[in-house]
C-alpha cells in the first residue's frame, strides 16, 4: 500500500472526533492510517469533562518508532495539548523530513473546554506553521490567531492572510460559525501573488460533532494519495458538505458524529 497518513491528536473515546475519527477518515479514502495519541480525553457526544496530556517523552517514543518504521506520505496534527508536545512533535516532524503536514489547530472544544494554552498555541505557530502545507482553522481559532475580528468573507480573507504570513502554504477558514451561507475559505501561497478560493453552500440546520478533525484529516488523506492543496481541499469540503447531508449519525445522547460505513451486502 503506497498511501499511509499518521494522525497526531488526542484520543476521543467517543471515536467521534480525535485519533479515532482521523484513522475511520484516512481508510475512507483508501490510505492506510496510523496514530499517535497526545492526551486522554475524557468526553462523550455532549461534552469534555476532561483532559489528561501524556508526557511529551511518552508521545515522542511513539512517534519515532512509527516514523522509523514506515514512510508516511502526510501527517495531520490535531490536539497537541501543551508546548512541550508540540515541541516533540516538531523536532521529529523535522529529524524524519515528512512532508504534507496538516495542522488543524486545536485549540478549545465546542463545549469550552481548553485544549491548547496559550504558550501551546505560540510554539504551534512558531515551529509547526512554517512545515505546514495547510492549516485548517475554524472562525473563533482564526480570530485568536490574528487579532481579526471576522463578520464577513472579506475579514476571512484577511485573516487568511495574516496567518500565512506566519509561515504556511495554505490557509483554510472554515466558516460555519458566520450567519447566512457558509463559505470555507481558502488562501494558498504563490510567488506572484496569493490565490484564494471560496467554497459556498447553503447553511444546514445541524450541529455535529468532530467536523473539523474530519475535515483535516480528509484532506491529509487526499495529500497522501498525491492531490496538490487545492485539489485535496475542494474534493474534502465537497465531500464533508455531503457528509452533513447524508453520513451524519445519533449514536449517543449529545451531537451526532459521521459515519459513513463502506458498506457491502452482509447475511445479518
Not at 28 to 44: E, K, M, N, P, S
Not at 96 to 122: I, Q
Not at 131 to 154: D, R, S
Not at 222 to 234: E, F, K, P, Q, Y
Amino acid at each position: 500500500m503506497k498511501a499511509r497518513a499518521i494522525s497526531v491528536a488526542g484520543f476521543d473515546p467517543s471515536g467521534g472526533a480525535g485519533t479515532l475519527a482521523d484513522v475511520r477518515t484516512f481508510n475512507r479514502y483508501g490510505v492506510y492510517g496510523a496514530a499517535v495519541v497526545t492526551a486522554l480525553t475524557f468526553q462523550d457526544t455532549r461534552k469534555v469533562y476532561g483532559v489528561s496530556p501524556l508526557h511529551p517523552d511518552d508521545v515522542g517514543r511513539q512517534m519515532e518508532i512509527l516514523l522509523s518504521d514506515m514512510d508516511f506520505q502526510a501527517v495531520k496534527t490535531g490536539m497537541l495539548a501543551d508546548a512541550e508536545i508540540v515541541g516533540v512533535v516538531a523536532d521529529l516532524l523535522k529529524r524524519y523530513g515528512v512532508k504534507n503536514l496538516v495542522v488543524d489547530p486545536v485549540m478549545r472544544s465546542t463545549s469550552g473546554a481548553v485544549l491548547l494554552d496559550d504558550r501551546g498555541t505560540e510554539e504551534m505557530v512558531r515551529r509547526l506553521f512554517p512545515m505546514a502545507t495547510l492549516v485548517t482553522p475554524n472562525v473563533p481559532e482564526a480570530e485568536y490567531l490574528t487579532g481579526v475580528e471576522i463578520g464577513n468573507v472579506k475579514d476571512m480573507e484577511e485573516a487568511a492572510g495574516r496567518i500565512l504570513r506566519m509561515g504556511p502554504e495554505a490557509v483554510l477558514i472554515k466558516g460555519g460559525h458566520l450567519e447566512g451561507e457558509v463559505v470555507d475559505l481558502l488562501r494558498v501561497r504563490r510567488p506572484d501573488g496569493d490565490r484564494v478560493y471560496r467554497f459556498v453552500d447553503t447553511k444546514l440546520n445541524v450541529d455535529v460533532h468532530g467536523t473539523g478533525c474530519v475535515l483535516a484529516s480528509s484532506v491529509a488523506a487526499l495529500l497522501s494519495r498525491g492531490c496538490d492543496v487545492i485539489t485535496a481541499v475542494s474534493l474534502a469540503v465537497s465531500d464533508m458538505r455531503k457528509a452533513l447531508r447524508e453520513g451524519v449519525v445519533k449514536v449517543g445522547r449529545g451531537r451526532p458524529v459521521i459515519f459513513r460505513p463502506y458498506g457491502g451486502n452482509f447475511p445479518c
